[in-house]
């Protein structure tokens, strides 16, 4: 029961005597969600009318740093006491105001297990006449299966981040919970097996246009008739002598020319079947 009362964020007002007829017209909180699981926290409020010079606390449960507060007028100043898991918060508000503003760092609002997050806390914000609630997931993260309570929200981006919001009329107690993942990392697989088929493609044609290059250099240096030859045992590897003397129309003593020539360079060998050759590509 402790764990879970860390994560329970407790915001109200004492007013003095004077004061006691303030009323809220709108009161925002905004949760800025940080790859660390810290929770950049935003409250803001405008009141109906402006506020007298008066007092007030604000109490906020569990573990925060980095408090700011500020107005329409400017900034405030402010004396801090933690007794136990409290911190209350005092400070004078001038007169004139028409609407505050209170940041913190909360380090205790996102429980995580394995790769599984979760966003937890339970707001008890002044009476007002609107409450609204948004909670922005750090780059790269998704809400997981829609798991979001309150159901009634709104799923957002801003291009970069996705983000939660929820609308609230006049409300008393509001809890908020949802679960989100790291899905970048699903993303970073795709791209990489991209990449890889690219590299693939590239270097296979780069392969492939390698050896034709190297292929038609290394017939430059032979004749028109040579090449012929060549070019026909390298697609067969194997074939009978006659057989390119039919298809190209050679005379059997200048075919036996040629196969001697290709025979010196290493790239022919033959064996004697009958009154032919049969031919060996030896590239």
Known sequence: MKSVLLGLVLVYFLLCANVGALEISEYNIT?????????NERV???????????????????????????????????????????????????????????????????FAKENLYNFFTDLHPPYSDRVNVIAFLPRGFAVYRDVVYPEDHETLTDGERIYLKW???????????????????????????????????????????????????????FTEDERKVLQALSERRICMQKTL???????????????????????????????????FYRK
């Open 31 to 39: 949760f800025d969600i940080l790859p660390n699981g810290y929770v």
């Open 44 to 110: 803001s409020m405008a009141f109906k009318e402006r506020l007298n010079a008066s007092t007030l606390n604000y109490v906020v449960l569990g573990d925060i740093s980095d408090l700011r507060i500020s107005s329409d007028l400017g900034g405030i100043g402010y004396t801090l006491e933690r007794p136990d898991n409290e911190n209350n918060v005092k400070f004078v508000v001038p007169a004139g105001t028409g609407s505050i503003e209170i940041y913190f760092t909360a380090k205790d609002l996102v």
């Open 167 to 221: 609308e609230f009329d006049k409300p008393e107690d509001i809890m908020i919970s949802f679960k989100f993942y790291r899905s970048y990392s699903d993303y970073s697989l795709l791209i990489l097996a991209v990449m890889g088929f690219a590299i693939v493609l590239i270097a296979g044609y780069l392969i492939t246009h390698y050896r034709k290059k190297v292929k038609r250099e290394f017939l430059r240096g």
């Open 245 to 279: 003397e039919k298809q190209f129309g050679f005379s059997r003593a200048k075919m036996t020319r040629i196969v001697k020539r290709l025979e010196k360079k290493g790239l022919v060998e033959k064996e004697k079947v009958g009154r032919t050759n049969r031919l």
